[in-house]
């Protein structure tokens, strides 16, 4: 039987490609200072749109409150430190996403906001993937997996559309032919 915790595993992994790509982005662009500004936007906007509006968006209304009704506390432990890193990340987030639209853009806020980025979401991935998820299989019952799992799908329909997880993989199959 497949679990939810197995379906945002397949995610994390999308997003650890996704992490590689951008540490390659802001590597080349430290000793080179050169950068293609679309590879930039487009990085920015899956993790914008499939990491954190779709990925982490499934984890705060799905699993979270699926979690608490099993008995994890949402105020303390692992469902509260996950939550806290959602909000750090999206404020990295936030300032890639200024340092990109300023003018010109600023390369050197756009590494520092981009490399905080990749060393919390790579722990947090860890603790999520080692720690909470495995937790969580222990307490969810397989009708609850089945449930959620269908949830899943509604919700990346609802919020992303149809498609666009495909096309998100495409471009950054694309990606990761140019830079890993």
């Known amino acids: 039987m497949k679990t ?4 945002l595993v397949n995610e994390h992994n999308a997003i650890l490609q996704a992490l590689n790509v ?3 982005i802001c590597v080349k662009i430290t000793s080179e200072g050169s950068y ?3 590879d930039l936007e487009d990085i920015l906007d899956f993790l914008k749109v499939f990491a954190d509006k779709c990925h982490h968006g499934k984890e705060e209304d799905l699993l979270f409150p699926a979690l608490e009704e099993a008995g994890m506390k949402k105020e303390f432990g692992p469902i509260a430190v996950m939550l806290s890193e959602h ?3 999206r404020g990295f987030i936030k300032q890639m996403d200024e340092a990109l639209n300023s003018n010109p853009l600023n390369t050197a806020g756009f ?3 981009s490399e905080n980025y990749i060393y919390l979401l790579r722990a947090h991935i860890q603790k999520e993937n080692q720690i909470l998820f495995p937790m969580g299989d222990q307490r969810l019952p397989e009708a609850k997996q089945e449930e959620l799992l269908n949830k899943f799908e509604e919700f990346e329909s609802e919020v992303i559309g149809n498609g666009k997880h495909e096309e998100f993989h495409a471009m950054l199959n694309k ?3 140019k830079y890993l």
């Open 175 to 177: 990606l990761q032919n």
């Open 4 to 7: 939810a915790s197995q379906e």
């Open 111 to 113: 590494v520092e906001a």
């Open 87 to 89: 909000v750090m990340g």
């Open 36 to 38: 293609d500004k679309k």
């Open 22 to 24: 951008l540490e390659t």
